[in-house]
Nanobody, 123 residues
Framework: VQLQASGGGLVQAGGSLRLACAASGRTLSSIVMGWFRQAPGKEREFVAA????????YYADSVKGRFTISGDNAKDTVYLQINSVKPEDTAVYYC?????????????????WGQGTQVTVSS
């Protein structure tokens, strides 16, 4: 599975943006997709995950209500909508995929990773 993340950039606090992750090699319905982020000097942390076949999603407590994971099966693309962005959302955002169909939040549980896209929030 190859993953290509895009959509990052500079955004003002309170604004919105949508990240995209295009997957190739496997269809979304056969894998679990997740988003992680890594701020400077910090460990990579879980943001959200989705299992299309089960119709289930999973969010980190810190982003519930502001982040939404969704996707387009026809395009094999997963999106992360970020609303009401905060300076603490500044990070490199990575999409990831795992072969097992159970939702997961640990970095080690994901088998494939995209290259990351930078999100910078100005106050």
């Amino acid at each position: 599975v190859q993953l290509q993340a895009s959509g990052g950039g500079l955004v003002q606090a309170g604004g919105s943006l949508r990240l995209a992750c295009a997957a190739s090699g496997r269809t979304l319905s056969s894998i679990v997709m997740g988003w992680f982020r890594q701020a400077p000097g910090k460990e990579r942390e879980f943001v959200a995950a989705v299992n299309w076949s089960a119709g289930s999603t999973y969010y980190a407590d810190s982003v519930k209500g502001r982040f939404t994971i969704s996707g387009d099966n026809a395009k094999d693309t997963v999106y992360l909508q970020i609303n009401s962005v905060k300076p603490e959302d500044t990070a490199v955002y990575y999409c990831a995929a795992r072969r097992r169909r159970a939702l997961a939040s640990a970095v080690w549980e994901y088998d494939y990773w995209g290259q990351g896209t930078q999100v910078t929030v100005s106050s």
